[in-house]
């Protein structure tokens, strides 16, 4: 399970503190499919990071903490923000954004398997026993062990995703943290990958984290998600509640703005603009594009909190009973 316990974080630059992850509160439990949604600059790859305990300057924490804990072959483990880093594959991986330009381009696959696994581990047994269980594993996945021969300039964008998949599950971590993995491969492909985390998640019955900006991407292989707005959370929840039923009016117009089978009418966008971080609105940071903002949207922040059981929101607009959408996404 991961916790992350009212998390902030910002980025020191030469104009001050950028605050990008406000107050994040939730947790990620064993054995799930967790998605991270939200418009592009919202802060999802920062939490990433944080999650992985990238936390090295310019990005700092200001408050909170991350803790990272479970069962690993039968001994239990529990890792705060900090230490998280020093079981990096062993307990939690990542794949990270644009992961096809991660390996390195003139170094054979076979070596850059080997650099990951952690020294502890692999002086445990000779080479060549090592390399049969990279072998064994790619086959697991339905890659060819010729694969490991390959430099990655010989691969397509595809095939060095499944690579870096490879890598990041080979020594069966806890938790894969996965950046935007389909982004910038074809349909065809994005499927293929999406099938594979799938898959993966069922045969090592470990947690995945997927960092989307793609809600069908969420819809098709989450268990649960969060939305990501202007740097807090705004809405958590089973991925089938968040699309059939969606709480907050920003998670309303993401949902509202996808086309759906038989559906003729026209979409229209969400109008305007996510705040800029450096200078955000007081109160709650939607207020300015939400068609329902009231006067305290515009004076204080929304309490992001259990609305029903498992289902968090924020947005003041639940106080008065009228954050409900009908039925209009069914999975
Ligand atoms: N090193 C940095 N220094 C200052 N600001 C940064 C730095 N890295 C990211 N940011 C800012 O933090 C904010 C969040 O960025 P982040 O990459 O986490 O968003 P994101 O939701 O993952 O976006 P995308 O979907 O485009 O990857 C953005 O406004 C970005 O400009």
Redesign the pocket.
């Known amino acids: 399970m991961i916790k992350i316990d009212h998390l902030s974080t910002s ?1 020191t ?1 030469i104009d001050g503190p ?1 605050h ?1 992850i406000n107050d994040v509160d939730f947790e990620i439990y064993d054995n799930e499919i967790f998605g991270i949604a ?1 418009e ?7 939490l990433l990071k944080a999650l992985y305990d990238i936390l090295d300057f ?2 700092v924490v200001d408050s909170g903490k991350l803790i990272l804990s479970g069962e690993k072959n039968g001994q239990a483990f529990s890792f705060e923000t900090g230490q998280i880093r020093n079981t990096w594959w062993n307990h939690i991986s990542y794949v990270p ?1 644009a992961a096809q330009s991660v390996l390195n381009p003139i170094v054979p696959v076979k070596k850059q398997f080997l650099d990951s696994i952690p020294k502890a581990n692999i002086t445990k047994e000779p080479k060549a026993i090592t390399m049969k269980r990279i072998s064994n594993y790619l086959e697991e996945l339905s890659l060819s062990p010729d694969l490991l021969n390959a430099y990655p300039f010989q691969l397509s964008g595809g095939m060095r995703q499944r690579v870096i998949i490879a890598l990041a599950t080979f020594m069966s971590p806890n938790v894969v943290l996965a950046d ?1 993995p389909t982004t910038a491969l074809d349909v065809v492909v994005q499927r293929g990958i999406l099938m594979m985390l799938m898959s993966l998640q069922k045969q090592l019955k470990n947690t995945m984290v997927i ?1 989307s ?1 793609d809600m069908g991407v969420h819809y098709q292989i989450t268990d649960r998600m969060g939305i990501m707005y202007s740097g807090s959370m705004v809405e958590l929840g089973k991925t089938e509640d968040i699309f059939e039923k969606p709480i907050h009016p920003y998670t309303r117009m993401l949902v509202g703005a996808l086309p759906r089978v038989g559906d003729k009418s026209q979409k229209t966008g969400i109008p305007g603009r996510p705040p800029a ?1 450096t200078n955000p609105p007081p109160g709650c940071r939607f207020a300015p594009r939400c068609p329902k903002t009231a006067e305290e949207c515009k004076k204080s922040v929304p309490k992001f909190r259990e609305v029903e059981k498992g289902r968090f929101a924020a947005c003041h607009l639940l106080n008065r009973g009228e954050c409900r959408c009908q039925k209009n996404y069914s999975k």
């Open positions: 980025y630059t950028v990008v939200g592009s600059g919202c802060g999802k790859t920062t310019p990005l954004q935007e960092v900006h971080l």
